[in-house]
Each structure stands twice: as C-alpha cells, then as structure tokens.
C-alpha cells in the first residue's frame, strides 16, 4: 500500500586525471581509450553514474584541447573580459600569437552545450579528439599561413569559482552574458582591430546565428574584409535579417552544410538561410564538421586567391530616404523624356538612327528606362531597394544615359518582331478556323502561344543583346569596376558573342527561356486584350475608340507579364551572365533564385515593367487595331 520513496543518488565525484580514471589519449589516432586499449563506449546501463563519468572525460578532453593549442600549435589563451584576472568571473579564448599581424585569419565559432573547444561530443568520442575538436581545422588553417581566434560561446556562465557550458542561470560573465554577445565582443576586441584582410569564418549551429548578428552590427567594418563564411547546420534565418546589403553579402559569401542523405556537396535547396545549402554526406549533424573539413578550406583556399564577388554584383547603396528616391526618381525620368533626342544622336554613330527607325521604335524609347531598371533588378538581386533606389544609382554612378543602354537593339529588331508575331498570330487564327468566325478565348490564347513560340525565334537574340548591354555597369569613377566586359554597342557584342562562341551558343544564348517565356506571355497577350475587347464592344461587335482600345491593350500587356513574368527573370539572369551553361540551365536558374530569395525572387522588378506595359501595349494594339481595320477596306 505505502511505496518506499526511493533516494535520489547523489552524483558521483571522480578524479580530475584520465590515468586516474582509467583512460588515455592515445598519440597516434587521438582517440579516447581505456587504458588497456580499448576504445571508450559509453555504457547504457547505471545511466546516471555513466552520464557523469561522460561529463567528465569530455571537461578533461577540452583540457586537453587547450594543452594541444598551447603546446603543439602555440597558441595564447586571453581572459575575457580583457583585463580580468583568472580568479575574478570570467570566461576565454585562444588566438594565434601573431593574430595581430597576420594579413589572413579564421575564426572557429563552436555551437552550444560543449566544452571550450570541442565541435561535437559525439565525434570526438567515435572519431578521435582531433576530428571532434577544434585541432584538426587549427592545424590545417596554420599549415595555410591563417592565424586562427577561438571563440568560446558556451563558456559565458560561472558557477563555484569556474565557467561552466550549463544554461543554469548562475553568474553571468560581464559584457560575455550570451553566445552572440560573447562573439561579437572577439570580433570587436581581437578581429576587427587585426591587420587581417582575408577573414574566414566557421561556425557551427548556434554559431551561424550568432556571426550573422555580428556582420548586421559590423557590417561596414568587416563586409571587405571576410572572404567567405561555411556553416555547419547553421540556426540563423535570412528573415531575421533587415537590411538587404546584408542579405546580398550572405547570399554572395556564405555556405551552409546540411544534414542530407544526398551525397557531400549536392546542392539542397532551402531557402531560409539565404545562401547555397549544401548536403554534408551524412545524417547526423554531429559529423557535418568532419565531413566537409577538406570541402571548407578548399573553398577558403579558392576565395582567397579570387576576386571578391562583392566587386562584381555588388555596390553599396548611399543612405537615402524614399521620399528622397522618388523625387529624384521622377525627376530624372522627366529629364530623360526631354532627352531622348540627344540620346539619338548618340546612338546615330551605331547607323540606325534615322528619322523613320526612331519615330517606329518610340514605344521602345520611352519605355527602355523602366525596362533597364527591370533587367537590373532581375539580373543584380538585393543591389537596389527598390526601382527608384536604381534608377536614382544608375544616373548618379554612370549618368542618365546608362538607362537607355541596349535601346539599340530593340529598336532595330522590333520591326522585324511584330511583324513576324502578329503574321504568326493571324495564320495561326486562320489555321483554327479558316472561315473567320469569332474564336472562343482559349483559341484566342492557343494562337497567341503559337505566335509566341515562333516569335522567340528573333526574339532571343535581340533580347539577349538589350539584356547584356543593359546590364553594363560603366561607373563614372575609374576607380570603381565594371560588372562585365564593356561593349559599345549590339554590333560589336553581337560579333564578339558569333566569333567566341558561335551562332547557337553566342546569339542564341538562352534559347530556351526565351521559348518558354514567349508561350504563356502572348497566349496571355492576345487573349487578354481579345477578351476586355469583347466586353467593351458589346454583343454587337462594335469598332471600340482609341480609348477603349487603349484600355484592352494594356490588360493585354498586364496579362503578357503576369502569364511570363517568373521565365522572364530567369530569361535576364541567364542572359545577363557570362558564365557558362549547364545542362537544364532553365530548371537549374529557376531553384537558384527560390534557394536565395523564394517565391518573391521570381517578382524582381516587376512594379516598373508593369508601370511600364500599361501604355506601351495600349499603344501597340491600338496601331494594330486601326492597322487592321484600314486594310480591311482596302
């Protein structure tokens, strides 16, 4: 009836010796073994007494540890905060003896519930204390000319006169009280103030989060600096991130392994971190580590001997207010309106600015500013803030002209283009229904995609010449780089791309996206305009106005993107790159922008292409209408 109330156990007490406790490290695999040379194996049974007794050998490796970074690779521990003596509450770190110097360095940034210098407890146990430590990296890092800070995250609580990796709330070490507050302090302390240029940084689980909050803290300091970054499980979140600079420079400088049953270094997309996920070859996250070791410094071997990216795709922004942008926004777009003829004659040196050319392609003209800043927030993700925030940069950093680039091309193709879209169209109508009753608007839209799809045949190269041309970045400041190989214009582009690569692979690059975005758009094109026609003209059929055309065709333009809009920003990435294509570029373009930016990377720039369709295709079907109509009588 009555239960004897069982007695909690005390926990046990053990010698601070490994010889003492039965156990050793051995020299040669640096694994944990009793001293009769087997290797440890944590006992299921007696859990409590065998917990302890893991507790304990992990306190005394992270002793060794720290023996091994003194000894063999002479490394300095610093008490923190600086200035502290060993008997006050503190915590510590470890550096290289010449991290002040030193032009290159990393920083190892540990997850939580470890002792200092362990990555994780598990492979230390199963692999050998150098592979489930901070030893191996050290070493490597040393044999590459780095000098290398420790930090020590989980170390920032202090309890009976010692620091502790527990998250009791005991005594917290001053200005160290939280993982991220204890890094960013290293960073501000010991490498910021370093004469390190090349920073690299791994950091595992908890650590990814807490690197991120220092580069938003620190981000002018250190955004030259650090070269690139590898996360091992990170925790961070790109959401959490505020500031689209810095979203920018992790998408451009950061890896994160992950757990994966693919194998080491295939690509799995995940889109909250922000940056290329890649699988660590293993499903436990204690291994990550170990497995992508050789992975880590061959990149940070490739980042330090190549150019940073930032100095290709990336220019910081000035601090400007968005009431600011936009009046100056609106400004320059006035001016720009006014200054389309002097624009003209400049591009008259390319021989095709004659009167009749320019007076057809003012649909192109006046359009081809919000059609640029289109393409370069498509092709450059997170440079700009917004469309005024570009077109503001692109008039102050190259001049106003910069937003009529690549208008050469469309202008002199775009005869051409509509002829052959709408002869398509109109034979592909006639092809449904040879005697010219009214189609349904699914017919409509059959023969819009029909249209479209033969269309893309001169579309793709003139399209590839406006993208490339457009997206130029040709700074005023010598100073400043370009982001591509400077052309003058689409013929001398269109003959250096046929000499280098050839007719199908130089012209017609991006072939592919092009066809694939040209079906849905004009099937959305024509049936849209088809469509609000019919509902302004009645049951009768009635000729509509210019005013009512107008309003048909700009649906029909509003429809043309929202049918395309996704493979169009695939279509200016591709196209807007010199880098080589792979195999299945379309499908592998599409998950790259979700892998950075989800579902909103596919909307880049779409307000102004909208902004801008809305007259221009208004205009283009309402030629087209009375076009029709006046050969009708005829």
């Known amino acids: 009836m009555f239960r004897k109330k069982k007695s909690k156990r005390e926990r046990p007490e053990f010698p601070h010796d490994l010889n003492a406790l039965g156990y050793k490290i051995d020299d040669e695999e640096q694994r944990l073994r009793t001293i009769n040379g087997e290797l440890y194996v944590f006992e299921v049974k007696d859990r409590a007494y065998n917990e302890a007794l893991y507790d304990k050998l992990v306190e005394l490796v992270s002793e060794y540890v720290e023996e091994q970074l003194r000894s063999k690779y002479n490394m300095v521990k610093m008490i923190l905060p600086i200035g502290t003596s060993e008997e006050a509450v503190h915590t510590k770190i470890y550096v290289s003896s010449d991290y002040l110097t030193k032009e290159s360095m990393i920083v190892f940034i540990p997850g939580l519930s470890n002792k200092f210098g362990i990555w994780a407890k598990r492979s230390m146990t199963e692999h050998g204390v150098k592979d489930g430590s901070v030893l191996s990296y050290t070493e490597r890092a040393m044999n590459m000319g780095f000098s290398v800070v420790v930090t020590n995250p989980n170390e920032i609580y202090w309890h009976k006169n010692k620091p502790t990796a527990t998250k009791t709330p005991y005594v917290t070490v001053p200005e160290n009280d939280s993982p991220e507050v204890h890094v960013d302090y290293v960073f501000r302390h010991f490498v910021i103030p370093s004469a390190a240029q090349n920073i690299f940084v791994v950091a595992n689980s908890y650590g990814g989060y807490s690197f991120v909050e220092v580069m938003q803290k620190h981000f002018s300091e250190l955004k030259d600096r650090v070269k690139a970054v590898d996360f091992t499980s990170s925790t961070h979140s790109i959401d959490a991130v505020k500031s689209y600079k810095v979203k920018n420079w992790i998408r451009e400088h950061c ?5 994966s049953d693919k194998k080491l270094g295939e690509e799995v997309i995940d889109p909250r971190f922000g940056c290329v996920n890649y699988s660590g070859g293993d499903d436990l996250i204690e291994y990550l580590l170990r497995t992508c070791e050789s992975e880590t410094f061959s990149y940070f071997h490739q980042r330090l001997t190549a150019p940073s990216p930032s100095s290709d795709s990336y220019v910081e922004p000035e601090d400007i207010s968005e009431t600011e942008l936009l009046r100056e926004a609106e400004a320059i777009l006035q001016q720009g309106g006014v200054e389309i003829q002097s624009w003209a004659a400049h591009v ?9 050319k320019i007076q057809n392609g003012a649909q192109v003209a006046t359009g081809q500013p919000l059609d ?27 001049s106003i002209f910069a937003l009529y680039k690549g208008m050469a091309s469309p202008l002199i193709g775009i005869g051409a283009v509509n002829a052959l879209l709408f002869a398509a169209y109109s034979k592909f109508k006639q092809i449904q229904n040879p005697f010219n009753d009214e189609l349904e608007i699914w017919q409509i839209a059959l023969a819009g995609a029909g249209a479209g799809a033969v269309n893309s045949v001169l579309a793709s190269p003139v399209e590839l010449l406006k993208v490339r041309l457009q997206a130029q970045y040709t700074p005023l400041s010598a100073s400043a780089p370009p982001t591509l190989k400077q052309y003058k214009g689409p013929v001398e582009l269109a003959s250096h791309l046929v000499s280098t690569h050839g007719i199908r692979h130089g012209l017609f690059r991006g072939f592919w996206a092009t066809f694939l975005r040209e ?15 019919r509902e302004f003209g009645g049951s009768h059929g009635k000729e509509l106005g210019v005013g009512q055309l107008m309003a048909a065709g700009a649906v029909g333009g509003v429809c043309y993107w929202l049918s395309c809009y996704p493979l169009d920003v695939v279509k200016s990435m591709v196209q807007g790159s010199e880098k080589p294509l792979e195999r299945f570029y379309v499908l ?17 720039g ?20 009375f076009s029709m109509r006046a050969l009708n009588k005829m």
């Open 372 to 398: 640029t800043v289109k393409v370069r927030m498509q092709v450059y993700p997170h440079r700009y803030k917004n469309p005024f925030d570009c077109i503001v940069r692109t008039v102050r950093e190259e």
């Open 348 to 356: 008259d040196e390319d021989g095709w600015g004659e009167e009749p």
């Open 255 to 259: 890896r994160n392994w992950v757990v």
């Open 588 to 604: 592998k373009t599409l998950r790259s922008i979700y892998r950075q930016d989800g579902l909103r990377g596919f909307m880049r």
């Open 606 to 625: 779409i307000s102004p292409t909208i902004v801008r369709t809305i007259p221009a295709a208004g205009a283009t079907f309402t030629v087209y209408e």
């Open 519 to 533: 079906i849905p758009a004009y099937a959305g094109f024509y049936a849209g305009f088809e469509y609000m026609k």
